[in-house]
């Protein structure tokens, strides 16, 4: 047989492409491989964290219920659905994929453990994250008078001193402040670590003074710092142990409602009252009379500017919450929830971050709670009728003339509604 | 003919490598970017939501109390990096980071508008807003290789 040297080269050179080709096809195999197992790799790494992430809402789900069971059922823990089990009480909830177990214990100082679970992307293991939350009962009345920065008391005779509006024996027939019946639970603090953070002059303080640590207090010109025996006793100064540097005042963030209705209102020429029933309500300005009668919110957008004999009237069993965003408020010469004996736990004012300033002018009469932390608060005049009654928690705060300052011990006991987080630690 | 063929494989084979070659360092720069963003948000955002308060702030550097401890996150212009510092530990956790910058606001909503948070200081920030941009060069250019990133994280803890 003869083969033909033609047919040789073909098969060879047929060889030599099949090589070629499958070279080229191995190498392009090979980057599709690893370009796919890249791929692959990234996308699992994308749905692991974006469950990782997930599970974070599903943690603060838990903390959420958790919270909102303390504050509806602040003594009885076992209600709705929550269990007690060897020294905490807990509950599980199912959402979406997954599911959170969260426990409660320690009811002075309430300790949140939220733990969630998701399923992990392509298996049928858990996801898992777990936080643990203190909180503690959320009170912006404060202890007194209040303040972030620096609080400024030199006018010509200041007072400040305390009474209970909920006691018989340090208050009047009505539950008012009455002079007979003081008591010497005042505070005044600032957080403020610098030297002269509080300064005193001649003020008379039935209570104790205290500054941020490092701080200290100017030094008493006529003043008096101390218990009612101190102050029976005739000594100028302040009373050993009435004098600290651990202010540490909380200044929580204000949970304003978003918005509310148009207030009814009674127009008489240029002036007019607002009639508040039960509701949220909303105003640009207030310059005219508030009377309340039920439960109500009021949202003062722009200008707050009000005065008169009875510039807010609060009849009996009512309540008003005034959200200020105006940047300047202003407290005319008039009564705020002073007439029909009204008791400072019923007029709370909430100044917004946006209410940098407030003032209180001429003589005031007004029962009732200041929390502006943004705001700095200038109370002048002064010196006839019951001036202020309550509490006030500010950015700082100064005091001219001769203001009169009454703290309602009741206030610390009957704290405000809700919680706030004093501490957040993952797991 | 051989040869002519041969060439015409090895021309293509060439520029086969050398585009899947730039395709896998694209790729592999944008999955690069998007692990280590991945991974410096999950740690800033753990720390800042559990941080007890804003110590100082700049909107290149902004420092965080912790407990007993400060962390501290800093964007280094010259080395083009963001990094984290806890006490005296250092760790890089953005690398070939073109800009980046803090921002700091307030919790409570603005007068009218949700979810809009008024500007803060040092003494009442409740939220703080991280931004970056990162890149990687591919035989010297940007293309298809930037990540930029932005995620605000609230203060969790609210009194004392």
Same mark, same amino acid.
């Given at each position: 047989m003869k083969i033909s040297p033609v047919s040789i080269r073909k098969s060879r050179s047929q060889g030599n492409v099949l090589l070629v080709a499958l070279v080229v096809a191995g190498v392009t195999g090979l980057a599709l491989v690893s370009y796919l197992s890249l791929i692959s790799n990234q996308s699992a790494m994308t749905a692991r964290s974006q469950t990782w992430n997930s599970a974070m809402p599903l943690v603060e789900a838990g903390v959420e219920e958790a919270l909102a069971h303390v504050t509806q059922s602040p003594d009885k823990w076992d209600t709705n659905g929550w269990t007690w089990t060897s020294g905490f009480y807990w509950v599980q909830r199912n959402m979406g994929d997954g599911y959170y177990f969260v426990t409660l214990s320690n009811k002075s100082e309430p300790?949140?453990?939220?733990?969630?679970?998701?399923?992990?992307?392509?298996?049928?293991?858990?996801?898992?994250?777990?936080?643990?939350?203190?909180?503690?009962?959320?009170?912006?009345?404060?202890?007194?008078?209040?303040?972030?920065?620096?609080?400024?008391?030199?006018?010509?005779?200041?007072?400040?001193?305390?009474?209970?509006?909920?006691?018989? %024996?340090?208050?009047?027939? *009505? /539950?008012?402040?009455?002079?007979?019946?003081? =008591?010497?639970?005042?505070? #005044?603090?600032? @957080?403020?670590?610098?030297?002269?953070?509080?300064?005193?002059?001649?003020?008379?303080?039935?209570?104790?003074?205290?500054?941020?640590?490092?701080?200290?207090?100017?030094?008493?010109?006529?003043?008096?710092?101390?218990?009612?025996?101190?102050?029976?006793?005739?000594?100028?100064?302040?009373?050993?142990?009435?004098?600290?540097?651990?202010?540490?005042?909380?200044?929580?963030?204000?949970?304003?409602?978003?918005?509310?209705?148009?207030?009814?209102?009674?127009?008489?020429?240029?002036?007019? %009252?607002?009639?508040?029933? *039960? /509701?949220?309500?909303?105003?640009?300005?207030? =310059?005219?009379?508030?009377? #309340?009668?039920? @439960?109500?919110?009021?949202?003062?957008?722009?200008?707050?500017?009000?005065?008169?004999?009875?510039?807010?009237?609060?009849?009996?069993?009512?309540h008003l919450d005034l959200y200020v965003y105006a940047s300047s408020a202003s407290f005319g010469a008039g009564s705020y929830n002073y007439s029909d004996g009204g008791k400072a736990k019923d007029l709370r004012y909430y100044g917004m971050p946006s209410n940098t300033y407030l003032s209180f002018n001429g003589n005031t009469s007004f029962v009732g709670v200041i929390y502006a932390p943004q705001a700095h608060v200038d109370m002048n005049g002064g010196g006839v009728g019951v001036n202020y009654a309550g509490s006030l928690m500010a950015k700082s705060i100064k005091l001219n003339g001769a203001y009169a300052f009454h703290y309602d011990e009741a206030l610390a006991k009957l704290g405000s509604p809700g919680f706030v987080v004093t501490s957040w630690n993952e797991l | 003919m051989a040869v002519g063929v041969g060439c015409l494989v090895m021309t293509a084979l060439a520029a086969f490598t050398l585009y899947s070659t730039r395709f896998f360092l694209t790729l592999r720069n944008c999955v690069d970017l998007d692990g280590q963003a991945r991974h410096a948000v999950d740690r800033m955002s753990q720390e800042i939501r559990q941080a007890d308060r804003v110590i100082s702030y700049d909107p290149q550097k902004i420092s965080f109390a912790m407990g007993t401890n400060t962390v501290t996150y800093v964007y280094d212009a010259n080395g083009k990096s963001l990094l984290r510092y806890w006490g005296d530990r250092k760790n890089v956790l953005l690398s070939g980071c073109d800009s980046a910058r803090f921002d700091i606001f307030m919790r409570q909503a603005t007068n009218a508008v949700y979810e809009t948070f008024p500007a803060a200081t040092v003494d009442n920030a409740k939220v703080v807003q991280i931004t970056w941009s990162c890149s990687r060069s591919v035989l010297g250019t940007k293309e298809n290789t930037e990540s930029m990133q932005s995620a605000q994280v609230v203060i969790r803890k609210q009194g004392k």
């Open positions: 300790v949140i453990v939220s733990k969630a679970y998701l399923r992990a992307p392509l298996s049928s293991n858990y996801i898992s994250r777990t936080v643990r939350v203190s909180v503690r009962n959320k009170n912006t009345a404060g202890p007194g008078i209040g303040a972030q920065k620096g609080i400024d008391m030199n006018g010509n005779k200041l007072y400040v001193d305390s009474f209970d509006s909920t006691d018989p %024996t340090h208050s009047d027939a *009505n /539950g008012s402040y009455d002079p007979t019946e003081r =008591k010497a639970g005042a505070t #005044v603090a600032s @957080n403020l670590g610098i030297q002269d953070a509080v300064s005193l002059g001649n003020a008379d303080i039935w209570g104790r003074v205290a500054t941020g640590i490092g701080g200290s207090i100017d030094a008493l010109k006529n003043g008096v710092v101390g218990s009612a025996a101190f102050h029976a006793s005739g000594t100028i100064g302040i009373e050993t142990g009435y004098a600290s540097t651990d202010a540490d005042l909380p200044f929580p963030p204000i949970e304003a409602p978003l918005m509310g209705s148009s207030p009814p209102m009674v127009t008489s020429g240029s002036s007019y %009252t607002l009639l508040l029933t *039960n /509701g949220v309500f909303e105003i640009g300005s207030l =310059k005219g009379e508030i009377e #309340v009668h039920g @439960n109500a919110t009021l949202i003062v957008r722009t200008e707050f500017d009000i005065k008169g004999n009875n510039a807010i009237r609060i009849a009996p069993g009512g | -």
